[in-house]
């Protein structure tokens, strides 16, 4: 006879901690707050989480197996600096896999999901003005991935956040260096909303292509100056 019914399960509590350091670790790679070369301590890590070194650990470990870092020795990590050859391989599959969900979203956005987006870019260029980057760098992803859920794709979602772990410490290096003021930072948001609004998958995708293509060539146009 079968008890399991009567059971009551209750996490355990390492696991818990791990999957909170781990999410927290993959956040504040895609919002960029770690720079690309960054070293990454876990002593430091896990003093900043208020747990022990071993989610820490793992977490990192997960991520290194993901390509979002690198291994260090001295029980660290590091951000990758990515190669002209690495960002040119992200920027094709960005645009061929975020092109595709906004084109998606757009044959189905309702104007309720219209309306949070507007309020996210209403956020984005408050941001902007007031040059509050990692506030901007915020908005932005929250607008991308609101956009990409809206596609209804189970699929596209986790392969783009995957790329964007491994971008988003050059998003903060193109955000310091690029002037979003007047509008500049979002105007491709701008037209994307328009491009939803009108049901235009068509220009959906081109919107994000542009918006995906300009942040290259800003990280293009910073390395020549290196």
Known sequence: MSTTHSLNFTPVRHETIQGSVYEELRTMLMTGK???GQALKIADLAHTFGTSAQPVRESIRQLVAEHALDASANRSARVPKLSNVQLEDLRRTRLALESLAAELAATQVTPDQIAHLEKILDDELSSDENRDIISSISRNLDFHFSLYRYSKS?????????LWMRIGPNIRTAAEYFD???????EMHIQLIAALKAKDGAGARLAIENDINRFFDLIAEISQQD
């Open 180 to 186: 979003a003021r007047e509008g500049r930072g979002a």
């Open 34 to 36: 770690f720079l690309p």
């Open 154 to 162: 189970e699929v596209l979602p986790p392969l783009i956040e995957s």
